[in-house]
């Protein structure tokens, strides 16, 4: 980032000059910063491809590699940012392609200029970042055609979720928006993807994909055409309603897309595109990576505690990794045991029978380390209700974050912030993750001992369980409190840890 921010003339930041990694709403700030340099350099004639090419990795980037990902970073209109004028397929082979293509789905699958210049785009921008993409696709389509197909679903909306997140389970959009289909907080809650302290159903991968089926199943009965359907799908059913009478009556999407939000006048077209390149992969070269592992290796099975996947992994020979691919809905890498939920753990099938001979081992170790524990885990609770905060002296919008659980980003969407300043007094809306702490609590927590103490570097593989084992009589909740790590998702290599000695 800050070799780019440099290349076209931009003044670093201190931001972007300290560690860690900024967050990604920095990230997309500063890609706005550099295209509107970009934009100016354009007409001053001194932007080189070079300039481009650069640029149009960063966005693409951010789309296939961050857990912040916005449909927008998808569907952005190329023939308006990077003037794309290269011919990769022939308008004439296109047509002739998309014709076939039209032949067999209920999609209106029919060339035009603006089609023409998305897919002729994506091949020569995003071409590289496909195989990755595909690699994930052999593990997650059987499974989305097997509910489409459910639900009389053309099984080629499959690709509806590329678009959406790129497949990735833990994908959120700065507006808030969750998982591989990508629904909002009210819209999961509609269609019974329970939220709640541990878990997050929008990101479990079959909840998910039979909820979207419901919703793509309601906005097909409203509009009886498949395209429209994936146009309420982004904006909502209201804006594609207003479309189709400010067009005078048009049921067609593209005579309709005029008036469509613009995000959403992009989305169509990178749904053809996406559907154009699977098909049509190997003529042009591409071929996915080899999978993690199919789902047809994996199966579930129920457990009769919480457990956490570091106490599973530390039992059976199973990588800790994978176990979070194969289960990304627990937030806190912990599968709770919650009576009237059926949460199960997806696991290799080759390490199905190793966890069975150790399930009991695996729940004597939680038993134990439960035990260790200065505080009990957080309280199971669903975030089913907004609480309103009064904003008290002293107040910042870090400290609020911290006390219920949430991210800042998520406290400043609900409440329409664009900047960090508060006043006191103010009420701020926030669904809480946790239950906000006592003071007297909170202070104690906040107590960190003093003295001689050891740094540990956060090495590739490790996890909090397999460090405390490293140190005797420390326990994992001794190592969290005293690095303020309230996530385990948040250990990273190269991090350094203190650990206190007693």
Not at 57 to 64: N, Y
Request: hydrophobic letters at 40%.
């Amino acid at each position: 980032m800050k070799k780019l921010l440099l290349l076209l003339g931009i003044a670093v930041s201190p931001v972007f000059a300290q560690e860690p990694t900024p967050s990604s709403e920095v990230q997309q700030d500063s890609v706005q910063v550099a295209m509107d340099t970009v934009t100016k350099k354009r007409r001053l004639e001194l932007i080189t491809d070079e300039d481009l090419k650069m640029i149009t990795d960063l966005m693409i980037q951010e789309k296939f590699n961050s857990s912040l990902v916005d449909t927008v970073q998808y569907v952005i209109d190329d023939k308006d940012i990077f003037a794309n004028k290269t011919v990769i397929v022939t308008e004439e082979l296109l047509k002739k392609r998309l014709a076939d293509l039209n032949a067999n789905t209920p999609f209106h699958l029919s060339y035009n200029p603006a089609l023409g210049k998305v897919i002729n785009s994506y091949l020569k921008y995003r071409k590289k970042y496909y195989p990755a993409l595909m690699a994930k696709a052999k593990y997650y389509f059987p499974m989305f055609e097997q509910h489409l197909d459910q639900y009389d679903i053309p099984v080629e909306m499959k690709y509806l979720a590329i678009v959406e997140s790129a497949l990735r389970p833990d994908a959120r959009s700065y507006v808030g928006a969750t998982g591989l289909w990508q629904f909002m907080y009210g819209t999961g809650r509609q269609f019974d993807l329970k939220i709640s302290s541990y878990v997050d159903e929008r990101q479990d991968p079959v909840k998910a994909t039979v909820a979207a089926c419901k919703y793509l199943s309601q906005l097909y009965k409203i509009f009886g055409d498949w395209d429209l359907a994936l146009a309420a799908y982004n904006s909502g059913p209201g804006n594609v309603a207003k479309a189709i009478k400010r067009s005078g009556g048009y049921r067609n999407y593209w005579n309709i897309r005029p008036f469509l939000p613009r995000e959403t006048a992009g989305y169509v077209p990178a749904f053809y595109a996406t559907m154009y390149l699977f098909e049509y992969a190997e003529e042009h070269g591409l071929y996915a990576n080899s999978p993690k592992i199919y789902q047809f290796e994996t199966d579930t099975i129920r457990i009769k505690r919480t457990v956490s996947f570091d106490q599973i992994a530390a039992k059976i020979d199973v990588d800790r990794d994978m176990l979070a691919f194969l289960n990304p809905s627990y937030k806190l890498d912990i599968i709770p045991l919650v009576p009237n939920r059926n949460y199960s753990l997806r696991l290799p099938v080759k390490n199905m029978i190793a966890f069975l001979d150790k399930e009991k081992e695996i729940y004597a170790l939680a038993e134990e380390e439960d035990a260790k524990r200065e505080k009990p885990l957080p309280k199971y609770f669903e975030m089913d209700k907004r609480i309103r905060y009064r904003v008290r002296s002293g107040d910042y919008l870090g400290k609020i974050a911290n006390k219920f659980g949430v991210r800042v980003r998520d406290i400043k969407r609900w409440n329409g912030m664009r900047s960090n300043n508060l006043k006191v007094g103010q009420r701020l809306s926030i669904y809480p993750k946790r239950l906000a702490i006592p003071k007297s609590v909170s202070k104690a927590k906040q107590s960190t001992p003093k003295g001689k103490h050891e740094v540990y570097v956060v090495q590739e593989g490790d996890s909090l369980w397999s460090i405390a084992k490293k140190f005797p009589k420390i326990s994992i909740d001794e190592i969290k409190k005293w690095n303020n790590i309230w996530s385990v998702k948040s250990l990273k290599p190269g991090m350094k840890l203190k650990i206190f000695k007693s």
